[in-house]
C-alpha cells in the first residue's frame, strides 16, 4: 500500500468537503418543511385518545452525516392523563443532542473493526465527521443495548402462548444451529485510576470469580445455501448471530424466536444442533433448556469421549438433531431422548 493517498482520493475529498455545506443546507431546508408541516395539528392522547394541547416549543439540535441541524419541536401535552409527547422527534426518528441513527451505525461499525480512538480518527478520514472517541463509545453501547432490547423482546413475544403462531408450510428441510460460549472478567472498580504526571500505573489485581460472566452466542444458517466460491473452498450465503450475556437458557430463548421470525420452523424441519458438549442439547429438567422452546420430539446424540486433550481418549465431539413439532398453545415439549452411546471410535 502507498504511504500516502492516491490522487483521486485527494480529488474525492476535495468534492466532498466543497459540496458537504450545500448538502447541509439542503437537508436542513427539509426538515424545516417538515416541522412547519407535521407540527399544525394538535396529536391524540396515545393513552387516553383526547385531544393534547401545546405546551412550548424549543430549538433542538443532533448531529448527522452532513453535520449538526437543528428544528423548533413543539411539545403537547395530555390534560387528562398528563402525558407529554413531541411528535415531530418521533416522525423524524431522532433524539434531542443525539447522534442521528444512520451516522450512529456507521461509528457502530468503525468501533466493531477498530478502537475507540481510531474509530474517531477514521470517522474523519471517511465519513467526514468530527466526532471523539467517547461519542463513537455512546454509539457502540446504546446501539449494542437496543440490539439486545429487540433479541429480548423477540424471544418473549415467541415463547407468550397467545403470540401468533409463525410456521411456513414450505420451511426448510435441515437448518443448523451452532451454540458457544466465552467467559469475560468484568472490571469493577470503586474509584477510576489516573495516571498523574505521566507515572506508569502498577497492574490491576486479579479478577475475582464472582464478576465473571458468560457471552453466549448462537449462529444459525441452512446447509442448502452452502455454495463453492472456488474448488475447495466452501462459504455461506448468509448466517444469522444471535448473542446474549447469560447462561444456556438464554440463548436458546433468542435461538427460538429468531428461529421462528425467520419463518424456519416446519412441520418437518430437523434442527441439528452443534456444540463442544452435550450438555447444551441433552435433555435437563423440565421447563429448562430445549424442553422450554418445544424444538424437540426426538433427539439423538452420537458423543465420542468427553475430554479431548488427555491421552487416551477420543476427541470431543457431540451433535444433536433435533426434529421441531407443533404444540397447541404451548411451547413445551413432550420429552426429550437420553443420548446414544457410540459404538465405535475415531481413531479405530
Not at 1 to 8: C, I, T, V, Y
Not at 163 to 180: E, F, K, R, Y
Not at 272 to 280: L, M, N, Q, S, T
Request: charged share 20%; proline share 6%.
Amino acid at each position: 500500500m502507498a504511504e500516502q493517498a492516491s490522487q483521486f482520493m485527494l480529488l474525492e475529498r476535495a468534492v466532498e468537503q466543497e459540496y458537504r455545506p450545500l448538502m447541509l443546507a439542503e437537508l436542513q431546508r427539509r426538515v424545516d418543511a417538515v416541522a412547519q408541516t407535521a407540527q399544525t395539528t394538535e396529536p391524540a392522547c396515545p393513552r387516553c385518545g383526547r385531544t393534547m394541547g401545546r405546551k412550548d416549543t424549543r430549538p433542538v439540535s443532533w448531529l448527522a452525516r452532513f453535520g449538526r441541524l437543528s428544528a423548533p419541536v413543539s411539545r403537547f401535552v395530555c390534560r387528562a392523563c398528563h402525558r407529554q409527547c413531541r411528535p415531530l422527534l418521533d416522525l423524524l426518528g431522532v433524539e434531542p443532542g443525539r447522534i442521528s441513527g444512520s451516522l450512529a451505525r456507521l461509528l457502530a461499525l468503525l468501533a466493531a473493526v477498530a478502537p475507540y480512538s481510531l474509530a474517531a480518527r477514521l470517522a474523519w478520514l471517511l465519513l467526514g465527521v468530527d466526532v471523539n472517541a467517547m461519542g463513537v463509545w455512546r454509539a457502540a453501547q446504546r446501539l449494542g443495548q437496543a440490539a439486545a432490547d429487540y433479541g429480548e423482546g423477540l424471544s418473549a413475544y415467541h415463547a407468550d402462548s397467545r403470540s401468533q403462531a409463525i410456521v411456513n408450510p414450505h420451511g426448510p428441510q435441515t437448518v443448523v444451529l451452532s451454540v458457544d460460549g466465552c467467559a469475560l472478567g468484568m472490571q469493577v472498580r470503586a474509584r477510576r485510576r489516573r495516571r498523574k504526571n505521566g507515572e506508569k500505573l502498577p497492574p490491576l489485581p486479579a479478577v475475582p470469580d464472582g464478576h465473571f460472566r458468560e457471552v453466549k452466542t448462537g449462529v444459525l444458517l441452512l446447509p442448502d445455501e452452502r455454495v463453492e466460491t472456488s474448488p475447495g473452498r466452501h462459504s455461506l450465503v448468509r448466517r444469522f448471530l444471535v448473542s446474549c450475556l447469560g447462561d444456556a437458557d438464554a440463548i436458546f430463548h433468542r435461538l427460538y424466536g429468531q428461529l421462528r421470525e425467520l419463518g424456519w420452523m416446519g412441520a418437518n424441519t430437523t434442527v441439528v444442533i452443534v456444540g463442544d458438549g452435550a450438555e447444551c442439547a441433552i435433555a435437563r429438567k423440565r421447563g429448562s433448556g430445549i424442553e422450554r422452546h418445544g424444538l424437540s420430539a426426538a433427539v439423538r446424540f452420537s458423543t465420542f469421549g468427553m475430554h479431548w486433550n488427555m491421552p487416551g481418549v477420543t476427541p470431543a465431539c457431540a451433535t444433536a438433531t433435533v426434529r421441531h413439532r407443533r404444540t397447541a398453545g404451548c411451547i413445551r415439549s413432550p420429552r426429550i431422548c437420553a443420548p446414544v452411546k457410540c459404538r465405535t471410535s475415531l481413531r479405530g
